[in-house]
């Protein structure tokens, strides 16, 4: 995997953490480590998760009642604590899903407005 | 659910071994691995802190490490068992003494009473200060005229005692107390029955059943509870009556009597007398305000129409006498007299938790010096001024809340006390239990203590060189330090003062009282009540008979001197007469505007003023042939014959009452004889305006007096019960008391008042004593070097020993000055709201003085003591 330079790295827009986080995990149960790798992959490595917001967020969740929580055995052959998607974390996702392409949406037709839309400038 | 500590640690290096096995997977050296993970990962501690933070509060750490520094503090305490048992017994007390009162005051000050509505209870009392009558009562036409005038009361209840021979409930004839009451008594207080019905409308007046109600004291205490007493019928003096119900559990005002009957029952309520008489008081009255008018509205309104009354009937009422009406919520009226007192008692314990808290602070400051180099070291590791002051607090919480719950299981002991101790001032102190407000009390005084005396110790400096503190296990003491030590134990010893003066001019009253001549022969008379109207023989012939053959009788008994019929026993029956009557004499004209003279009326019976050992001074005793039908005579004390016929001439005159109640016109008596006086209505004498008559000339007494030959008078009592009985078998002999014990009886309030403050003074003294001693020893031992060293230049230990006496004494003067000064302050600002405030006088103040001094020497001696005996080499070799 080929290290990112940092000044290409894009910083995790506030509040959408959770999102990301509920997101990964819709594939299987997943450790912290793991569920920060799948964002920086899947993100083409843009996006790093800092350790020290995904494991508050992710007991934050657990709280919440959105994730559970059970103790397992990782690749490291070490202790590791798996999460998982419960049902009402599902339902949150997709709520959160809802909002994000209406927040992309609103903040599109603002920034690129379409072709018949107010005079240009010169 | 929520992850503990050990949880966190696991996931986070669960974490790190992956993040390390993916670098070396990636080539990396293994050491580099770790490295660059921790590095990528952050500060651990944060991390974990800010997962502990989704599910613990902030405040749920600071009560943990609050909870483990208590356990820290208890294992440090364990260490220093001394210490913390003296601080722990010095809080108790303090603690347990503060909630006791106040679980009373709160009893009797505080809760409502039983009574329906009781917030609209009012008592309305009639007095006449100007001839020192505190309560008059009324007359059936004056409560007729308020009933028929005042609309602010809704209804009126009437009461008055009567005593009866109870006969009908198994058992003896007994005397009770009983209240007689109008229909409407029970609906105006609010009371309800355990047990059958109360009396009501359809009781009242002359032509209703006799009927009565049993208290509840009288019926679980004399009839263990028997229900089947409902309906039955029993005898009241000649009159009979059934009893129809059992009264709730109340506060019993104006009389504690064992049953309530109504009017029908009693001859006298439905005589002339009663009914017509405007100025034959002997009712008490209640009411309850009518809807929404408030009690200052009532009183106004009672206010004008009594004067009104006052004014229409000028002859009924005495024009010196101020006559006045009061009028009082029921529930202050009955918590009136114990008032002053709970109050004082309540500032005399809270000065005990003062005194308490100051000798623990002592200690507590004591402990913390030499707990400085630990207090540095763990300043040195880091700790912050508010983890050092949470250590002091978690031990300071560990004393006090030991102190607290020792404190509170000495209370309920205390409760009981104080509760007999107040429920001779206010019936309501007998209903008084252990409430759970002693917790609340005892918990709130452990807290404030706790807190008090965690911010008393000076923390180390984290400016100051810590090295000194953190090199030498030895002891620095400041001056500072020493000066607050020195602060606390004088504050002690003041308060102890001010304690210490006030229980002893109490004693020194009590003394007085105790020892004070009255006039009579205290050890050889037994006084007895032999009451006839209760038996309905009323006055005349027959009572004379009787008593004249008991009188015959019991003087023929082995062992008795001397026998006489009287009508008041000394002190017992203060009051009983109420206010002293207007006479008048020939040959004494009052100087103008002056009203007639007042004496006290007593019945006597011949050999009286000999049985009693009152000397006569001039003329002759009453004789048998002094009876009805005879010239009607009297004998007079000195203090009548002094003050109306100050040339000694006052043999033979005639007098006369000129009160209306003794008919118009008043039967003129010769004054046969002059007796010494004797104060039969005041334990303290003074001059005794007294009046007395032959029993054969008015025809009733009531009271016995036998005079023993010798030995044990009360082996006596016996034999007269028998005797009299045998005469009349229905006849009660009661309340057989040698004069001594009688008067030892009336000053019992004023005994318990001393041997309370008393109590309290002497804790007060031995937590003084401790303080000082401990002040004293702390600075001994602080300063062994320096006796060490003047020891070693020559000084000799007598001279140390003279010092450190000299500077317990030194304390001890400084805090009794202080104490009187204070003391003096106080004392002037509560005379201004308490009218009895006495300033003690010069013996008990300087018996208090003389006391702490010595207390203070004494507590002194041991300090002073091992700083005299010093051991030079180890002294020196300390540091």
């Not at chain 2, 008596?669 to 104060?679: C, F, L, T």
């Not at chain 2, 025809?699 to 006596?716: H, K, T």
Request: aromatic residues 6%; positive net charge; hydrophobic residues 45%.
């Amino acid at each position: 995997m080929a290290k990112t330079p940092d000044d290409r790295r894009l910083e995790i827009l506030q509040g959408t953490l959770d999102m990301l986080i509920l997101r990964t995990l819709q594939w299987g149960a997943q450790h912290g480590h793991g569920i920060g790798q799948a964002i920086r992959a899947q993100s083409d490595d843009l996006l790093k998760v800092e350790t020290g917001s995904l494991y508050p967020a992710l007991h934050r969740l657990e709280k919440r009642g959105w994730l559970t929580s059970e103790w397992g055995v990782s690749e490291a052959n070490q202790r590791a604590k798996y999460y998982r998607l419960t049902a009402a974390g599902k339902a949150q996702l997709s709520r959160e899903r809802d909002r994000w392409s209406q927040l992309v949406n609103a903040i599109g037709r603002i920034m690129n407005p379409a072709p018949a839309g107010p005079a240009r400038k010169d | 659910m929520r992850p503990d500590d050990r949880e966190l640690d696991d996931e986070i290096r669960g974490h790190l071994a992956l993040s390390v096995k993916e670098r070396i997977e990636r080539g990396d050296d293994p050491e580099a691995a770790r490295l660059a993970a921790l590095r990528e990962f952050g500060y651990v501690p944060a991390i974990r802190d800010s997962m502990r933070r989704v599910w613990y509060s902030r405040w749920f750490d600071a009560v943990a490490a609050l909870g483990q520094d208590m356990r820290v503090g208890l294992r440090s305490l364990l260490r220093a068992r001394g210490l913390a048992a003296t601080v722990v017994v010095t809080l108790a007390l303090g603690i347990g003494a503060n909630a006791a009162i106040f679980s009373v005051v709160r009893g009797v000050l505080l809760r409502p009473l039983v009574n329906h509505d009781e917030d609209r209870l009012i008592y309305i009392r009639q007095s006449a200060p100007g001839i020192g009558a505190e309560n008059t009562t009324f007359s059936v036409p004056e409560i007729n005229d308020l009933k028929s005038r005042v609309t602010t009361i809704s209804s009126f209840g009437d009461f008055s005692t009567v005593d009866f021979t109870l006969i009908g409930l198994g058992g003896e004839p007994r005397m009770v107390k009983a209240g007689v009451v109008g229909g409407s008594f029970f609906h105006v207080m609010g009371l309800r029955p355990v047990l059958g019905r109360l009396l009501n409308a359809h009781d009242d007046g002359p032509k209703a059943a006799g009927a009565a109600v049993l208290t509840y004291r009288f019926w679980t205490t004399s009839l263990n509870s028997d229900p089947s007493v409902i309906g039955k019928t029993i005898r009241l003096g000649p009159r009979t009556a059934m009893v129809v119900g059992v009264l709730e559990p109340s506060v019993p005002y104006p009389a504690d009597t064992e049953i309530i009957a109504n009017v029908v029952t009693s001859p006298h309520h439905l005589g002339a007398t009663m009914v017509t008489s405007r100025t034959h008081r002997m009712t008490e009255l209640f009411g309850r305000l009518a809807p929404g008018v408030s009690l200052a509205a009532a009183r106004a309104e009672l206010t004008a129409v009594h004067a009104a009354i006052m004014r229409e009937h000028p002859e009924a009422y005495s024009a010196n006498g101020d006559v006045q009406l009061r009028v009082k919520k029921l529930r202050d009226q009955i918590a009136a007299p114990a008032r002053t007192i709970l109050l004082v008692l309540l500032a005399a314990a809270a000065v005990v938790f003062v005194i308490a808290c100051s000798n623990v602070a002592n200690l507590i400051l004591a402990r913390s010096v030499r707990r400085e180099g630990e207090l540095a070291v763990r300043a040195a590791l880091g700790a912050g001024p508010g983890a050092l002051r949470r250590t002091l607090l978690a031990e300071s919480l560990v004393l006090c809340s030991a102190g607290a719950v020792l404190g509170v299981l000495l209370a309920r002991p205390f409760v009981g006390a104080v509760a007999r101790y107040a429920a001779r001032f206010s019936v309501r102190a007998l209903e008084v239990t252990v409430d759970p407000s002693v917790l609340w009390v005892g918990a709130g005084l452990a807290m404030a203590a706790a807190v008090l005396l965690a911010y008393i110790p000076r923390l180390p400096s984290p400016h100051a060189p810590a090295g000194l503190g953190l090199t030498s296990g030895s002891l620095r003491i400041t001056p500072g330090t020493n000066r607050r030590l020195r602060v606390f134990a004088t504050i002690q010893i003041a308060f102890s003062f001010v304690l210490l003066a006030g229980a002893g001019m109490l004693l020194a009253t009590l003394v007085a009282l105790q020892t004070a001549s009255t006039g009579y022969d205290m050890r050889q008379v037994l006084a007895f009540d032999i009451p006839t109207s209760a038996t309905g023989a009323g006055f005349g012939d027959a009572t004379l008979k009787f008593y004249q053959e008991a009188t015959r009788r019991i003087t023929q008994l082995p062992g008795v001197d001397g026998v006489a019929v009287g009508s008041f026993v000394p002190w017992r029956d203060a009051g009983l007469f109420g206010p002293a009557v207007s006479f008048a004499v020939e040959g004494y004209k009052a100087v103008n505007g002056e009203e007639d003279p007042r004496a006290r009326f007593r019945i006597v019976a011949p050999r009286f003023f000999d049985v009693l050992g009152i000397p006569m001074l001039a003329g002759r005793d009453f004789t048998d042939e002094d009876r009805r039908g005879s010239e009607p005579v009297v004998i007079v004390s000195q203090s009548v014959a002094q003050r109306l016929f100050p040339n000694g001439q006052a043999l033979n005159r005639k007098m006369w009452w000129t009160d209306p109640y003794f008919g118009n016109p008043p039967l003129r008596r010769r004054i046969v004889g002059i007796v010494r006086d004797a104060d039969d209505e005041h334990v303290v004498r003074g001059p005794a305006l007294t009046i007395y008559h032959p029993v054969r000339q008015i025809g009733v007494g009531g009271r016995l007096f036998v005079r023993s030959a010798s030995g044990d008078p009360y082996a006596l009592v016996p034999t007269v019960r028998r005797v009299i009985r045998e005469i009349s078998a229905d006849q009660p002999v009661e309340r057989a008391a040698t004069l001594e014990d009688v008067r030892a009886q009336v000053l019992s309030p004023d005994r318990l008042n001393a041997f309370v403050f008393s109590g309290f003074a002497g804790i007060a003294l031995l937590i003084a004593v401790v303080g000082v001693a401990g002040v004293l020893a702390f600075s001994v031992s602080a300063r062994t070097r320096e006796f060490g060293v003047r020891l070693a230049v020559g000084s000799s230990p007598r001279h140390l020993l003279t010092g450190v006496l000299s500077e317990g004494v030194l304390i001890a003067a400084i805090g009794i000055a202080a104490g009187a000064a204070g003391g003096y302050v106080l004392a002037r600002v509560a005379a201004r709201f308490f009218a009895t405030m006495q300033m003690p006088g010069m013996l008990p103040v300087l018996g208090a003085a003389v006391v702490l001094i010595g207390a203070a020497a004494l507590a002194s001696l041991m300090p002073a003591a091992r700083a005299s005996r010093v051991d030079v080499l180890q002294a020196l070799r300390s540091e």
